[in-house]
């Protein structure tokens, strides 16, 4: 299972959204992802990124390629993860760091 793919939610770590988080709705190659906040919920409006500036976290959607922001929102709802994607539920570091050794192996 790839860290990065199309469904995870991550961190951007980097530029102007820096702190927000987004979801993954493609890969362009490896290298570089699509990702969308959507720009209604969290701000991040849809665009290209490079992996290096995402931070994963271990919440995952289900959720088709190319995605449209409508379809995302409708997904992050149906997973009740709306809070979660504004910020207000803190994610426990031990999910984090279970992510991580997962990835590792």
């Known amino acids: ?4 793919s199309v469904g ?14 987004c979801v993954v709705v493609s890969i362009i ?7 969308t906040g959507p720009k209604k919920l969290t701000g991040v409006r849809r665009k290209k ?9 271990p919440k995952h959607i289900r959720l088709p390629k190319d ?3 409508e379809v995302v ?3 992050l709802e149906k997973n ?3 809070g979660y994607m504004k910020g207000e539920e803190v994610i426990e570091s031990k999910n984090i760091e279970e992510t991580e050794e997962a990835s590792s192996s």
């Open 8 to 21: 995870r939610i991550c961190v951007k770590t980097k530029g102007r959204d820096a702190g927000k988080r």
């Open 1 to 4: 299972m790839a860290l990065i």
């Open 49 to 57: 990124v490079n992996i290096k500036h995402l931070f994963p976290l």
């Open 80 to 82: 009740n993860l709306i």
């Open 29 to 35: 190659d490896d290298n570089f992802v699509l990702v």
């Open 67 to 69: 995605a449209s922001d």
């Open 73 to 75: 929102l409708s997904a």
